[in-house]
């Protein structure tokens, strides 16, 4: 029996423009989650996605000393990720969340971070897609995608079709909800 498909929505907040402010919103406001960084690192010209990370108390992985952090040296603003489904249900073979395993994989691999070396050479081995979703940092307010190369949208379907990030574009058709929808 093959695996389902795996659906994860991730919440990312930000930006934070200081590691010390990213360090300590995380101390109190995430558990497990992500963290994206965007900046320039030495000679380049061009600000990019550069490094996504997970962690349990991702607080402890934003440091100055952090592996990879250090190496983005202007313009950095880190994002960081929650996870707004649910785990799948079963076994749990590692100990890493498995939607957090997998939102990493996808963003490391498909959208060919410079600074991640792991998780980018093989396919992950089940089909998932990840919904990637902006808020400011009073976790209410939605903002535009934070950079034009970080997709609303990768959807890996493991079953010989292609991979691929979608961003979603000015088409779009807006539901306006009748006035007594809303709870009184």
Avoid at 43 to 50: I, N, T
Avoid at 107 to 129: E, G, I
Wanted: net charge positive; glycine share 4%.
């Amino acid at each position: 029996m093959t695996e389902k498909h795996l659906m994860i929505a991730i919440n990312w907040y930000g930006p934070y423009r200081d590691l010390d402010e990213a360090r300590r919103c995380a101390r109190h406001d995430y558990d497990h989650g992500l963290y994206l960084a965007i900046g320039k690192c030495k000679y380049e010209r061009r600000r990019s996605l550069q490094y996504v990370g997970i962690g349990g108390n991702i607080h402890t992985r934003l440091t100055e000393n952090h592996h990879k952090l250090q190496l983005i040296v202007r313009e950095r603003s880190l994002w960081l990720g929650e996870i707004a489904t649910a785990e799948p249900s079963g076994r749990r073979l590692k100990a890493t969340r498995t939607t957090l395993d997998y939102s990493e994989w996808l963003h490391a691999r498909f959208l060919q971070l410079p600074l991640n070396d792991k998780k980018t050479k093989a396919l992950p081995p089940r089909s998932v897609t990840v919904l990637n979703r902006w808020f400011a940092l009073d976790y209410e307010t939605p903002v535009r995608r934070p950079h034009s190369d970080w997709p609303d949208l990768i959807d890996y379907p493991h079953y010989d079709l292609p991979a691929r990030a979608v961003w979603f574009g000015r088409r779009q058709r807006t539901f306006i909800p009748p006035h007594y929808a809303y709870p009184r």
